[in-house]
Structures are given as C-alpha cells and as structure tokens.
C-alpha cells in the first residue's frame, strides 16, 4: 500500500521559510519521480516544483529562486525548502508521485496548509 505522508505545514510571516517532507512508503522510492503541488482557497491546484529518479529538478516561475526541492533516497523522503515567503503562496501543499515521467502522477499525499500572513 503505497502512502505518502506531508508534514512541515504551518503559519509563519511573510519574508518567513519553513521546509515540508513527504515521506513515502509502500514505493521503490528510488525509481520514482517527485512532484509538489499546491491548492489555494478558490483556485485550482498548481504545480509547484519536481524532482526526477535522477534528481534533475524544475519550477514554477512563481517559486523559482525561492523554493527548493530535494529528496532523501536513503530516507524515502521528498522535501521543499520554501523561503521569502509571501501570502500567495498559501495553499494546501500535497506531494506527488509516478514511475513513468511522461505520466501523471499516480499517487498523492493528504496535503499540509501552508498559510503565511502579511
């Protein structure tokens, strides 16, 4: 059964960082691809960043230069450094994950909240 659990959520200031971990089971972690997503209140769902099997990485540009996303094979766990925070970018943060790169995502985590204030 796989499951990927989200923590590291929280409120912090704007200008603020906080780091969320999603920690996989059930997979062969080190021949999957990782993704970061996020749903804000009244929007759709959004991609934020990615890492490959191979640990190749990419961003949104709304969180390019600010964000970075890493993972912990050994530990079967995906991380996002968020720093310089700012409101917009609370959200439901949710992780993903897929074999095939060319595919969505298989499976999805239950998600954390993120809310930062002004």
């Known amino acids: 059964q796989v499951q990927l659990v989200e923590s590291g959520g929280g409120l912090v200031q704007a200008g603020g960082s906080l780091r969320l971990s999603c920690a996989a089971s059930g997979l062969t972690f080190g021949s999957v691809h990782m993704g970061w997503y996020r749903r804000a209140p009244g929007k759709e769902r959004e991609y934020v960043a990615r890492i490959s099997s191979g640990g190749s990485t990419a961003y949104a540009d709304s969180v390019k230069g600010r964000f970075t996303i890493s993972r912990d094979n050994a530990k079967s766990t995906v991380y996002l450094q968020m720093n310089s925070l700012k409101p917009e970018d609370t959200a439901v943060y949710y992780c993903?994950?897929?074999?095939?790169?060319?595919?969505?995502?298989?499976?999805w985590g239950q998600g954390t909240q993120v809310t930062v204030s002004s």
């Open positions: 993903a994950a897929k074999y095939r790169i060319i595919t969505s995502y298989d499976y």
